[in-house]
């Protein structure tokens, strides 16, 4: 038995064989490696994703420590993505990870072939930008997830999904709806998000955000992932 066969073993038992392969053919994209993003990238190569291609522009800040998977005392100062990519080919050798140190702007969109993925994951922070992945993953024929705010949140249990507009309570979520609105353009169909009703008030400035959140953040987009392959699959 291969290396890469007896790390799936325990998934293949559930999935099947055939199901498996289904899902190392699949091709994602995840913009976003942060709190969210981060454990999102995990949770995929871990069930069996083999074509990955991580976006991010942030270098590990220490203040990154408390939330983000590849961010320790060690990896301070590292690129994002590449630091990242090194902890999921540690998990998988024979994964084929792209690690892109960019931002997803109305001037670099264009250069990442959306087109070409078979599912496209949004863990952006920027409001502009969010928006405008939203705009173009909904133009493709790529499944498309995307996480709302998982800032000032503690409770776990009032993590769920909707349809983004079916979202309440979620200030990002809003503010999205807002945009689209004044500037008269809207995703071309519906998708999926990971959101939490809850607003915790902050203790100082800025917004604080916990580890316990982001990664079920995360790990339920790698879920949703898992569940269309499957789907897809039988």
Not at 63 to 83: I, P, Y
Request: hydrophobic share 45%.
């Amino acid at each position: 038995m291969g290396l890469e066969q007896a790390i799936f073993r325990r998934s293949e038992l559930l999935l099947g064989n055939e199901v498996m392969d289904t899902i190392a053919q699949k091709r994602v994209i995840l913009f976003g490696v942060g709190g969210v993003g981060s454990w999102c990238a995990e949770g995929l190569i871990r069930s069996g994703i083999r074509h990955l291609t991580i976006v991010d522009f942030d270098r590990v800040d220490v203040t990154n420590v408390n939330r983000q998977l590849m961010a320790t005392s060690q990896t301070v100062g590292q690129v994002k993505v590449e630091a990242l990519k090194e902890r999921l080919l540690s998990i998988n050798p024979e994964a084929e990870i792209t690690a892109l140190q960019q931002i997803f702007t109305a001037e670099t969109a264009e250069s990442f072939n959306l087109g070409s993925y078979d599912y496209i994951i949004d863990a952006i922070d920027s409001l502009k930008d969010k928006a405008l992945l939203i705009l173009m993953a909904c133009q493709t024929q790529a499944k498309f997830f995307s996480s709302m705010g998982a800032a000032l949140k503690l409770d776990p249990t009032r993590i769920k999904t909707a349809e983004f507009w079916k979202v309440q309570g979620d200030p990002l979520a809003r503010a999205l709806r807002n945009r689209f609105k004044r500037d008269k353009q809207f995703p071309q169909r519906k998708f999926q998000c990971v959101y939490s009703d809850e607003l915790v008030e902050p203790q100082g400035e800025g917004k604080g955000s916990l580890v316990h959140i982001t990664a079920i953040f995360g790990f339920m987009l790698a879920g949703l992932v898992l569940q269309d392959a499957v789907k897809k699959a039988e």
